[in-house]
């Protein structure tokens, strides 16, 4: 069965430095990763996605993710955090048909002025 | 535009009460999801459907019911079996054999 695990439950950055949030995945085929941001009460929209093309994906609003078969992991990164970043982000794991997706438990990033 | 609408937004229940959330996609999808929210637990899959009347449980179906008459509709029903009903509650939709998942707005259920 597939799984993610983020790594911090909670981030909280300055604005303008940089942004880390930690995906870890365990999968026994390919899989498919996506990152999706939700703000509050509000529902999700797809950052990115990997389907096993490139291994660096470039997403929405200059987020980009690394594919790390070695390490299994899909963190989340952004050279300079905007205030607007601040929301919940769920990395997430597709089953092999793309049917189902299984869902982090997610990181919340806050950003100071 | 094409999109998913949740209605209502905010839903107040009595324990003990069944209650419907409405689901509805003009975007010619033909899956359909129900995903529960809870704080620190991600979402979770409560029943999911491929095809019209046919939809199968998720990882936590016990207390909710669906139906999937229409393509563009997927009520979920949490009725009183449900034993903690309160969370936020998403729909999503996606074409066949296509990772372009499309989620609504939510609706939070909130028993009182």
């Known amino acids: 069965a597939q799984s993610v695990t983020q790594l911090d439950s909670h981030v909280s950055v300055s604005e303008g430095t940089p942004v880390l949030l930690r995906c870890n995945y365990s999968?026994?085929?390919?899989?498919?990763l996506f990152w999706y941001v939700q703000h509050p009460n509000k529902g999700l929209q797809l950052l990115l996605k990997?389907?096993?093309?490139?291994?660096l994906v470039k997403g929405i609003n200059g987020f980009e993710a690394e594919f790390k078969k070695s390490e299994t992991s899909f963190h989340l990164t952004k050279p300079s955090a905007h205030m607007s970043d601040a929301a919940e982000y769920f990395c997430?794991?597709?089953?092999?048909?793309?049917?189902?997706?299984?869902f982090g438990a997610g990181t919340i990033l806050r950003v100071k002025s | 535009d094409g999109g998913i609408t949740q209605s209502p937004k905010y839903l107040f229940r009595k324990e003990g009460q069944n209650v419907t959330l409405s689901c509805e996609q003009n975007?010619?999808?033909?899956?359909m999801y129900w995903y529960r929210q809870d704080p620190g637990q991600g979402l979770r899959l409560i029943y999911y459907?491929?095809?019209?009347?046919?939809?199968q449980k998720g990882d936590i179906a016990e207390g909710y019911s669906v139906s999937r008459e229409k393509k563009e509709s997927f009520p979920l029903t949490v009725t009183s079996a449900q034993k903690n009903p309160t969370a936020f509650y998403l729909c999503?939709?996606?074409?066949?054999?296509?990772?372009?998942?499309?989620f609504g707005s939510g609706t939070r259920l909130t028993v009182v």
């Open positions: 999503a939709s996606k074409p066949d054999r296509n990772y372009g998942y499309t």
């Open positions: 999968s026994s085929y390919s899989p498919s």
């Open positions: 990997y389907t096993s093309a490139a291994t």
């Open positions: 997430v794991v597709s089953d092999r048909n793309l049917n189902k997706l299984v």
């Open positions: 975007l010619n999808h033909d899956a």
């Open positions: 459907s491929q095809i019209v009347n046919d939809f």
